[in-house]
């Protein structure tokens, strides 16, 4: 695995802790899914997005807005 790969994955994590966090109900399944079928995964995952660099909270905050919105599939 790259070092980008890895950024991104430790990214996802962070982001699926977060999320557990914020919902104390929520499995772990469940928070993947939700990243997984996100605007905001899809912008973590490009390179030119550059988000993978950015802090864990920065960029959930964009996936709570997100889920907030209910754009999430």
Known sequence: MNELTEMK???VKEL??????????MELNE???II????TYQKVMDDKAGLYY??????FSFLDTEIKNGKIC
Request: cysteine-free.
């Open 54 to 59: 950015q802090s864990p909270r920065y960029v």
């Open 9 to 11: 994955a430790d990214m």
């Open 16 to 25: 699926a802790i977060l999320l557990m966090r914020q919902n104390k109900d």
């Open 36 to 39: 997984f079928n996100s605007d």
């Open 31 to 33: 928070a993947l899914a």
